[in-house]
């Protein structure tokens, strides 16, 4: 292609730091063991990402959001 500048595509992969992809490892497991079918639980404990809310706390969240949002309306 007339144009096409090889050195352009490669600084425009530079800026997205190699820190940024740390999670491609994690959702490649995580498809792997979903594509097999087994293992529920640990698929479960695999899609709970460290400091996630229970479900508890995400239902009171919830709740005080909607309240917070129906005093702004």
Known sequence: MQGYDHMES????????????SFLPHVM???DKVSSGKNEIEIRNMVQLPG???????E???RTE?????QKR
């Open 52 to 58: 996630d809310l229970s479900r508890e706390e995400q």
């Open 66 to 70: 909607k309240e917070l949002l129906e």
């Open 29 to 31: 497991q995580l498809l």
């Open 60 to 62: 009171d969240l919830l």
């Open 10 to 21: 490669t600084s425009e992969l530079d800026r997205f730091p190699r820190e940024e992809f």
